[in-house]
């Protein structure tokens, strides 16, 4: 494990974290026994270490995510998912590609961790986006068509995850 | 045909569409950059839709909730690994293809790559 020298090694105990991410765990489990009650056995360990193991490697108390912003959040990626999607779907198919490839640099605002790595990956689905590199504070993203609003998008982007991780964009 | 079902085969076959489109591109497009874009964008409506589809004709709500759990678990997969083909082709010096010289940058921003 990292040591962190403005933390203690040991994560302090959170009884709201540990209910809502056991419960979140909990339901997983009844989807994936599809509702059958005789498998609640492995299910009660399965639940119980995978809350553990959440809650060392994310420990509580960095910032509860805000409900209205995941809604936003979840509301914007599936537009702009189902837009890149169809986006790219059709220069596929298109007989003379249109395509303008470039690699473009561009500041990150966000503040490093869970933030910036959900931003790469968010990035990477959708439309015209694709993360390469991501060193300090600039990312390097392969573009399919140079001349659409990029940097637009990414900061809408960035927008929407500081709003839902209640952090500085 | 109920119109559940309607709307079932329609999403199915949308999916499949989709499906076909990624691998048209991931075919027709000029480098690795560029299927990746394929691969991850158009793939992943294909499930999207593929599951919705399913999900529809599922016996009960647990398991139509099982195949829809696939769709965000394979997103996490696909844009991961997505990002670290991306990066190492990079860190190879594989430049992205047909990246005009001086481009213009739109928005402010800086342009590299390309001869």
Request: glycine share 10%; with cysteine.
């Amino acid at each position: 494990m990292h040591a962190r020298p403005d933390r203690s090694p040991l994560p302090r105990f959170s009884l709201s974290a540990t209910l809502w991410r056991g419960g979140a765990f909990a339901l997983i489990w009844w989807i994936l026994a599809e509702g059958r009650a005789d498998s609640w056995g492995i299910g009660a360990v399965t639940v119980a270490l995978a809350t553990t193991a959440s809650l060392r490697l994310a420990p509580p108390g960095q910032g509860r995510v805000s409900f209205p912003g995941l809604l936003g959040f979840a509301a914007f990626f599936l537009v702009q998912s189902a837009w890149g999607g169809a986006q790219v779907a059709a220069r596929a198919f298109r007989s003379r590609m249109d395509l303008a490839p470039a690699l473009v640099d561009l500041p990150v605002t966000l503040p490093a961790g869970m933030a910036r790595i959900l931003l790469l990956n968010t990035l990477n689905l959708m439309p015209g986006t694709v993360s390469v590199e991501l060193r300090g504070n600039r990312l390097c993203l392969h573009v399919l068509d140079h001349r659409l609003p990029v940097a637009e998008e990414v900061r809408q982007t960035e927008a929407h995850i500081a709003r839902m991780l209640r952090v500085a964009a | 045909m109920t119109p559940l079902e309607a709307l079932s085969a329609l999403l199915l076959l949308a999916g499949a569409g989709f499906y076909l489109a990624g691998t048209v591109g991931l075919l027709r497009f000029p480098d690795v950059y560029a299927r990746l874009h394929a691969l991850t964008k158009a793939d992943n409506l294909g499930l999207g839709l593929i599951a919705l589809g399913l999900a529809l004709q599922a016996e009960n709500l647990a398991a139509g909730l099982k195949i829809l759990l696939v769709w965000p678990l394979v997103l996490v997969a696909s844009a991961a690994v997505s990002f670290a083909i991306a990066r190492r082709a990079h860190e190879l010096g594989i430049a992205p293809a047909g990246a005009a010289s001086p481009v213009q940058p739109a928005g402010g921003v800086d342009q590299r790559g390309g001869p």
